[in-house]
């Protein structure tokens, strides 16, 4: 790996100026990778820089409804909290080097990837490779699921050690809730819609002291292999 503090000047950088200013190459002759570029080419190339305040950023990790990569004009403009295209939501801090890139070494875009190269470019908590490959039983107890998935590409979320949706997800053990199950989170999946959010399904949401969801039941140390 490279120098650690080189790398976090190379992240603020990437998240507060690329792709913000237009490339001053478009109006010669020379042609080159838009892809590998760290300036603007179009408006569907371009992002907005994203101002942190108090912890909000000026404009949120999801798309658009009004303009998003298309020909469509949104009434707020520059102004709206939206992201009007797929280069300000890969690169917006919600996203950024949150996952791992399925291309690696034949990426096209290098070291200007929205996506990380390496565990060590990851920007969430994530488990070393032994314990993605071996996991042992303790570790299945303990945290199994209860990561969320940087791995990039389709895979089986089945045998996969890190959870991929909320239904799937486990709190860690080391929290308290015991193996019994939650009677509130099993009624609002047994009759509710897949779409809500997890404290609608159960008003104690992190803090309840019971299980939700098999995962959390099936693999809690009480409960498990036993």
């Known amino acids: 790996g490279g120098d650690p503090m080189q790398e976090l000047q190379q992240v603020d950088w990437m998240l507060r100026e690329f792709k913000t200013m237009p490339c001053s190459l478009e109006s010669s002759c020379s042609s080159h990778d838009h892809r590998c570029c760290p300036f603007c080419h179009s408006e569907r190339d371009r992002r907005r820089p994203v101002a942190i305040v108090g912890n909000v950023a000026s404009y949120l990790g999801e798309p658009c409804p009004s303009q998003f990569d298309d020909n469509r ?4 403009g520059d102004a709206c909290t939206f992201c ?3 280069a300000e939501l ?3 801090p919600d996203f950024f080097r949150k996952r791992l890139c399925h291309q690696a070494r034949r990426c096209p875009r290098g070291r200007f990837c929205a996506f990380a190269h390496n565990r060590q470019e990851l920007l ?3 488990f070393d490779e032994q314990e993605e490959a071996e996991p042992t039983e303790e570790f299945i107890a303990y945290r199994f699921k ?7 590409g389709p895979h089986d979320w089945e045998s996969c050690v890190y959870a991929h949706t ?3 997800w486990r709190r860690s053990p080391i929290l308290g809730y015991s193996s019994h199950p939650c009677p509130r989170w099993a009624s609002s999946v047994a009759g ?4 809500l959010g997890y404290s609608e399904r159960c008003p104690f949401g992190f803090a309840c002291p019971m299980s939700h969801g098999a995962k959390e039941q099936l693999y809690h140390p009480q409960f498990y292999k036993t």
């Open 73 to 76: 004009i949104c009434a707020n």
């Open 84 to 86: 009007h295209s797929t």
């Open 90 to 92: 890969l690169y917006h």
């Open 124 to 126: 969430v908590p994530h």
């Open 146 to 152: 209860t990561q969320w998935c940087p791995i990039g």
């Open 166 to 168: 909320y239904r799937d």
């Open 192 to 195: 509710g819609t897949r779409e």
